[in-house]
């Protein structure tokens, strides 16, 4: 939950299906974002071949604003996100944090992940920001260029 001009909002994360999948693609980024993170459509493509693909969509209360995707293979201690998304109506109400919050419980929650990676492009500061304030902590760029960040969950979630 994170509050707002004095009302609690609840944000939570949950499956996209059939009937919300057509939502998740029509949600957009700002201009100059568009270079951040692939498409929502190329990475709904992308978890039908993927078995390990966790894509979420990110509710406030019963508004869809965003949309993410992670991997947490059984035989790995580390989960992935590599997509994160708040729609561009939708940025700066604190939507990111609460979503960010809300997936590493769940990931938390999985019982075998140690520490959850994350990775967004170098130039892309308000992810940097994000990312840092919820404890990760950058790791080095990866063979694509992008930044690899790391956080490590708290022992008592990853038993």
């Known amino acids: 939950m994170t509050e707002r001009s004095g009302s609690s909002i609840e944000i939570r ?7 919300n999948r057509t939502l998740v693609t029509a949600l957009q980024l700002a201009p100059q974002q568009m ?24 509710m406030a209360g019963d508004q ?14 580390e989960a992935r996100i590599y997509r ?12 990111g944090k609460a979503a960010l919050r809300e997936v590493l ?11 959850v990676s994350i990775c967004y492009e170098p ?13 990760f902590v950058e790791e080095g760029l990866d063979e694509d ?4 960040a790391d956080l490590a969950l708290p022992a008592s979630t990853s038993r």
Do not use: C
């Open 13 to 19: 994360i949950a499956p996209v299906t059939p009937a």
């Open 145 to 148: 260029g992008e930044m690899i």
């Open 123 to 135: 130039e892309n500061e308000a992810a940097r920001q994000l990312y840092r304030r919820a404890g």
């Open 35 to 58: 270079d951040f993170v692939a498409s929502n459509a190329d990475s709904l493509r992308e978890a039908r071949s993927d078995k390990d693909a966790r894509p979420r969509v990110i």
């Open 64 to 77: 869809l604003v965003g949309f993410l995707m992670y991997e947490a293979p059984r035989d790995d201690d």
């Open 84 to 95: 994160f998304m708040i729609d561009r109506a939708w940025q700066g109400r604190g939507y």
């Open 105 to 115: 419980r769940e990931i938390g929650g999985l019982g075998h992940i140690r520490h």
